[in-house]
């Protein structure tokens, strides 16, 4: 599971408060690599795949072997590090995320879209729900909501459902919506063809994708 905003956030602040600028740093080989190799794997580890902060490491660790003293060249590794935090905290890293979640769901729900229109009722019904599960457990990501059970197993979206709104992620109103959609879901899934029709279907696809755009994960 992603981690919680808050968290990355406390990770840098523990990483920065060890390597603090004005801590000396460890004189040995040993100590002075791994405290690259602390900043470096936390860029890496924390950072959105394809970002500036990526690639702006990978051009500084290869040429990080021309600077004159290790304090100077601890710096720009620390100030991104610093920086992508900053962002994380504003909130900015938060709302790329969404964006690329949304641009994948629209996609599958552009082929639910295509499937419908060609008359496959009920494939189409399986992946608008499919899609709808996904985006409730980005959802429960976003607002801290345990997507496993104690034993790890993972919870039905149904549940999740329940706990989403118990935590202010949407109204009641769209609890009983989305309920609806993941029974219809349920019918599709299980041969149940006869007890819906292609109109629900065509209604379950605009109501998710209204749905996924009101409240962004």
């Known amino acids: 599971m992603p981690l919680d905003q808050k968290v990355i956030v406390k990770q840098i602040d523990d990483i920065l408060g060890r390597y603090h600028l004005d801590r000396p740093l460890p004189s040995s080989p040993e100590g002075i690599s791994t405290v690259f190799n602390v900043l470096f794997s936390a860029i890496h580890r924390l950072s959105?795949?394809?970002?500036?902060?990526?690639?702006?490491?990978?051009?500084?660790?290869?040429?990080?072997?021309?600077?004159?003293?290790?304090?100077v060249a601890v710096e720009?590794?620390?100030g991104l590090l610093r920086a992508l935090r900053n962002d994380y905290e504003a909130g900015y890293l938060q709302s790329v995320v969404e964006l690329v979640h949304a641009d994948i769901f629209a996609d599958f729900l552009d082929m639910a879209d295509y499937l419908l229109e060609q008359h496959y009722k009920d494939p189409a019904a399986v992946v608008?729900?499919?899609?709808?599960?996904?985006?409730?457990?980005?959802l429960c990501d976003k607002y801290g909501v345990?997507?496993?059970?104690?034993?790890?197993?993972?919870?039905k979206a149904d549940g999740l459902n329940s706990e989403l709104t118990a935590a202010g992620a949407y109204s009641k109103l769209d609890q009983k919506n989305v309920t609806a959609w993941l029974v219809l879901?349920?019918?599709?899934?299980?041969?149940?063809?006869?007890?819906?029709?292609?109109?629900?279907?065509?209604?379950?696809l605009q109501g998710v994708r209204d749905f996924a755009s009101r409240y962004p994960a």
């Open 185 to 204: 879901r349920n019918k599709a899934a299980h041969g149940q063809y006869s007890e819906y029709k292609h109109e629900q279907v065509t209604l379950m």
């Open 128 to 138: 608008a729900g499919s899609v709808l599960e996904e985006h409730l457990r980005k």
């Open 146 to 155: 345990l997507v496993d059970k104690p034993d790890g197993s993972p919870k």
């Open 48 to 71: 959105p795949p394809g970002s500036a902060y990526v690639k702006n490491v990978k051009v500084y660790e290869s040429y990080m072997a021309g600077y004159a003293s290790m304090s």
């Open 76 to 78: 720009p590794p620390r």
